[in-house]
């Protein structure tokens, strides 16, 4: 239904949360090289458990192999903590793609003027950005709430 798309994830153990998340809603992840960590590490095994054989992944060598695997008029929407509008505030698509930048520094300027930039508020104090994982989860059940996907499943 959805694509969740990890640009240069740099922390094994958030990837797994997130694959744990997409094997629990049946969503296809992607992960964009280069990867903070090696693929297979421990941490990233540990963090997935035994999700990882119901998770739907595909591993693009670069951010440009990504770029060519996108259907004409396939949608992005670029999760950051740095444009105004919020995720809640877009309507989302079955098929869209919600795309999530690194952990250290988001995504970069070149990616952010090409797709449009969502936001999830952060109304406390301090704080540059949520934890990848939960950025993911937040967002994810938002596209997938306002597409109807909870009849029957809980939500």
Known sequence: MFKVVLYQPEIPQNAGNIARTCAA????LHLVRPLGFQWGSPKLKRAGL???SEVDYI?????QAFLETLPQGGRVWAFSSKVPQ???????????????GPE?????PEVLERF???TIPMP????????????????????LRQVG??????I
């Open 59 to 63: 591993l693009h060598d670069s951010w």
């Open 50 to 52: 035994d999700y990882w």
């Open 104 to 108: 250290s520094r988001g995504l970069p």
């Open 124 to 143: 406390g104090r301090g704080g540059r950005s949520l934890n990848l994982a939960v950025a993911v989860g937040v967002g994810l059940y938002e596209a």
């Open 116 to 118: 449009p930039g969502v």
């Open 25 to 28: 809603t049946g969503v296809e």
């Open 149 to 154: 996907w909870g009849a029957g499943h809980g």
């Open 86 to 100: 919020l995720y809640t505030e877009v309507q989302y698509r079955a098929g869209d793609y919600l795309l999530f």
